[in-house]
């Protein structure tokens, strides 16, 4: 149990619909990192957040946002879902140094019909 | 820009054969490396990493020395097991550009039959 915590686990919906990922990370992690696993371009890292602030962005689309919240816990916003966006979503935290390893949750894995 | 490239896979492997998964990498200065371990229907759980040139990272019979001057961070083990059947990535993170976030390989797919 790596302490990360994903929800839901599975989501399916349909095109042009908007969806929320959530993620609470390890106690006492700073940084939460939002990465998309697809069988075509692998793992891709999308955004980061320390202490509730944007850090860093990947390859993030226009259409998908996140946040971090001052609990810590950070969610994922997905809009006008298309086929392509149908991918595993991990969520990954740390304390928050560039050597410090990223803990990963188990993932959402995101179906759009 | 930083960049990762493993071996394609699948590797399959007998029980207790040797493994050598290869990964090298780009990147400027000195990145912090990294191998990770997904087994099916899971998330990613960090497998051993290495954060300066002739560190080597070990765990659970694992091992990966971090070679700048061939840039790579080979993973091995002298004895595999059907409980290591799983995809394993590598990666590195990059304090020179001030990057956190991992830039992973492509992943390698380990098959280990009895």
């Known amino acids: 149990d790596s302490g990360v915590t994903q929800t839901p686990k599975h989501l399916i919906t349909a095109t042009g619909q908007r969806v929320t990922l959530r993620c609470s990370p390890r106690?006492?992690?700073?940084?939460v990192y939002w990465y998309q696993q697809s069988l075509d371009q692998g793992l891709q890292f999308l955004i980061q957040y320390y202490n509730g602030e944007e850090r860093a962005k990947g390859n993030i689309l226009e259409r998908f946002s996140a946040q971090q919240f001052p609990d810590l816990h950070s969610e994922l916003n997905l809009s006008s879902l298309e086929l392509g966006d149908s991918a595993l979503y991990f969520c990954?935290?740390?304390?928050?140094?560039?050597?410090?390893?990223?803990?990963f949750g188990d993932g959402t894995r995101l179906s759009i019909l | 820009g930083n960049s990762v490239t493993q071996m394609e896979g699948p590797v399959t492997l007998s029980e207790e054969a040797f493994l050598t998964i290869n990964c090298t990498y780009t990147?400027?200065?000195?990145?912090?490396l990294f191998w990770y371990v997904q087994y099916p229907g899971e998330g990613l759980q960090l497998l051993l990493k290495a954060t300066k040139a002739d560190d080597k990272g070990s765990n659970k019979g694992f091992e990966a020395t971090y070679r700048k001057e061939t840039t790579s961070f080979h993973l091995e083990k002298g004895s595999v097991q059907v409980s290591d059947s799983a995809v394993y990535f590598c990666?590195?993170?990059?304090?020179?550009?001030?990057?956190?976030?991992?830039?992973f390989g492509s992943g390698t797919r380990l098959q280990v039959q009895p």
């Open positions: 106690s006492g992690d700073l940084s």
């Open positions: 990666a590195l993170t990059n304090s020179d550009t001030g990057r956190r976030a991992l830039t």
């Open positions: 990954a935290s740390s304390v928050g140094g560039v050597n410090q390893p990223q803990h």
């Open positions: 990147a400027t200065g000195y990145p912090s």
